[in-house]
């Protein structure tokens, strides 16, 4: 959007000035001639430039039939392309000699609403000399370099006559239609409109002319293209008030964000084939884990529990040695009993027990008992009360997929987890001392994916330090407040 039409935020109140000032039409201001006939080709409306290109007065002419004042001087390639024009749906433009002006002319035609419109400038006309019509010179050139930098489609919308007037080429560039400075019916911007936005936006148009308070008007939607496509625009229009505070009129551009809209599109996409991996290696992780555990049920417990049944059986009928067959069945289900005990916590959600510092310690106590690798744990400047129970669970889950990570892949000997605070967020670094890796080479195992599924959740941020041979660092950082500035994924190597 140039410079030209920045305006304060729609909603803002417009200043006093804003409101009073209504300015000329830009129609009057530039140097194309225009005017406006009915089917009976009687003058609705003739503007300034074309009083001073034709000769004539808009009060001498206004009312009165075009060809009747001009009988016997308009060439008949004139009328034929006027006429044509009548029966066209789409603007015309077209460039003929004028024998009696004893020049050529440039013409622009457009037919809607009973109304047939024409834009029209003189070729080869001599400069003026009056500081008139050197200011309107100024104006047109600053209007079609505004144009030529910005690539933004410049426009006036006249809203007590429904006509938006379209300056000089933008939207000859970016829409294909063959119009400069040349007034365009508001039903013909309606009817370009795409179907699922049109409601939406005539809508907004609506509310905007309805309220006095917005001295911006903003709206996104797809427009059609002279070649039938559909172009996505952003429109900014400065909205202009007459004394009574009714909106009037409204300067604004058109820009083409057809581009940018493709690239969103395609980021979207990305994002749910993303989602759609995370998710499938979520499921695929929860499977694994109902599979282990029902193998360790099946192939584990119920061979204890079978042996367990076994002696209480043999103690019903061996009365000598039944105190030993009891002793050896009681021994099998408090082995069961101590295996429940263990998948049950490693099921179990933290938080609502123990706390999320103390389940940590205790998974890692256990660790240390049975692995090798020294687990150790230490926690900063952070108070577990500010820790929502959800968080909770997913740090934990967090601590609970790279401890396995490690026991699995890292070949430590020692790891450490340490959690602390980060102005409103909180920070899990999870290091070991193991045989590391290239972060971009190890980032699709299912560890890393889980781990990462979860950081989305908690809307936080996620990095990996690893180089081989140098062990591996995972930091996690997630807001503790509702602040959710969304996830961000980076690998970089240790320096």
Same mark, same amino acid.
Do not use: C
């Given at each position: $959007?140039?410079?030209?039409?920045?305006?304060?935020?729609? @909603?803002?109140? =417009? &200043? =006093?000035?804003?409101?009073?000032?209504?300015?000329?039409?830009?129609?009057?201001?530039?140097?194309?001639?225009?005017?406006?006939?009915?089917?009976?080709?009687?003058?609705?409306?003739?503007?300034r430039a074309a009083e001073r290109l034709l000769g004539v007065l808009s009060a001498d002419i206004l009312g009165k039939n075009l060809w009747d004042e001009f009988a016997g001087l308009l060439p008949l390639d004139f009328y034929r392309a006027?006429?044509?024009?009548?029966?066209?749906? !789409? =603007? !015309?433009?077209?460039?003929?000699?004028?024998?009696? $002006?004893?020049?050529?002319?440039?013409? !622009?035609?457009?037919?809607?609403?009973?109304?047939?419109?024409? &834009?029209?400038?003189? @070729?080869? /006309? =001599?400069?003026?000399?009056?500081?008139?019509?050197?200011? *309107?010179?100024?104006l047109n050139e600053l209007y079609r370099f505004v144009t030529e930098v910005t690539n933004d489609c410049l426009w006036e919308w006249d809203f007590q006559v429904r006509e938006l007037f379209w300056i000089d080429g933008g939207h000859k560039r970016i829409l294909g239609y063959p119009i400069e400075n040349a007034l365009i019916p508001q039903s013909f911007w309606e009817a370009c409109l795409h179907p699922e936005d049109k409601v939406r936006v005539l809508a907004n148009v609506h509310r905007m002319k309805l309220g006095s308070s917005a001295t911006v008007w903003e709206d996104e939607y797809r427009f059609k293209k002279a070649d039938g496509s559909y172009a996505h625009v952003h429109d900014r229009g400065h909205i202009i008030y007459n004394d009574e505070g009714r909106a009037i009129r409204m300067i604004g551009a058109t820009q083409d964000i057809t581009a940018r809209k493709a690239n969103e599109l395609k980021l979207v996409? /990305?994002?749910?084939? &993303?989602?759609?991996?995370?998710?499938?290696?979520? +499921?695929?992780?929860?499977?694994?884990?109902?599979?282990?555990?029902?193998?360790? +049920?099946?192939?584990?417990?119920?061979?204890?529990?079978?042996?367990?049944? +076994?002696?209480?059986?043999?103690? #019903?009928?061996?009365?000598?040695?039944?105190? /030993?067959? *009891?002793?050896? %069945?009681?021994?099998? !289900?408090? /082995?069961?009993?101590?295996?429940?005990?263990?998948? %049950?916590?490693? +099921?179990?959600?933290? @938080?609502?027990?123990?706390?999320?510092?103390?389940?940590?310690?205790?998974?890692?106590?256990?660790?240390?008992?049975?692995? %090798?690798? #020294?687990?150790?744990? %230490?926690? @900063?400047?952070?108070?577990?009360?500010?820790?929502?129970e959800d968080l909770q669970l997913n740090i934990f889950r967090i601590v609970q997929e790279q401890v396995n990570n490690i026991l699995k892949h890292a070949n430590a000997a020692t790891a450490v987890i340490m959690l602390g605070k980060r102005a409103d967020r909180i920070e899990l670094r999870i290091l070991d001392d193991g045989q590391g890796c290239v972060p971009a080479e190890a980032k699709g195992g299912v560890g890393i994916i889980n781990i990462k599924s979860r950081v989305e959740l908690l809307h936080g941020r996620v990095s990996v330090r690893s180089e081989p041979g140098r062990g591996y660092e995972l930091i996690v950082t997630a807001p503790l407040k509702d602040t959710h500035p969304g996830p961000i994924y980076s690998h970089v190597g240790i320096v």
């Open positions: $959007m140039p410079a030209l039409f920045n305006s304060p935020a729609l @909603g803002d109140r =417009p &200043s =006093p000035a804003a409101k009073k000032y209504q300015g000329k039409p830009i129609a009057e201001a530039i140097n194309n001639g225009f005017f406006t006939v009915d089917r009976r080709w009687t003058v609705k409306y003739w503007n006027y006429h044509k024009a009548f029966l066209s749906e !789409i =603007p !015309i433009s077209f460039r003929e000699y004028w024998g009696e $002006m004893g020049a050529w002319f440039e013409v !622009i035609t457009y037919y809607a609403d009973g109304n047939l419109s024409i &834009s029209f400038k003189k @070729g080869g /006309q =001599p400069a003026q000399s009056t500081d008139h019509e050197e200011r *309107l010179k100024r996409a /990305q994002r749910l084939a &993303s989602r759609k991996a995370v998710t499938a290696a979520v +499921l695929s992780a929860q499977e694994k884990e109902r599979a282990d555990i029902g193998k360790e +049920l099946h192939d584990n417990l119920n061979q204890v529990l079978g042996a367990a049944k +076994l002696y209480v059986e043999m103690a #019903r009928t061996n009365e000598e040695h039944r105190d /030993q067959y *009891l002793q050896r %069945s009681s021994a099998y !289900i408090v /082995q069961v009993i101590e295996e429940i005990r263990k998948i %049950s916590k490693a +099921l179990a959600t933290p @938080g609502m027990l123990m706390g999320l510092f103390e389940s940590i310690r205790i998974l890692l106590d256990d660790m240390n008992l049975v692995h %090798s690798v #020294r687990f150790d744990f %230490s926690v @900063g400047d952070l108070d577990e009360s500010l820790i929502e």
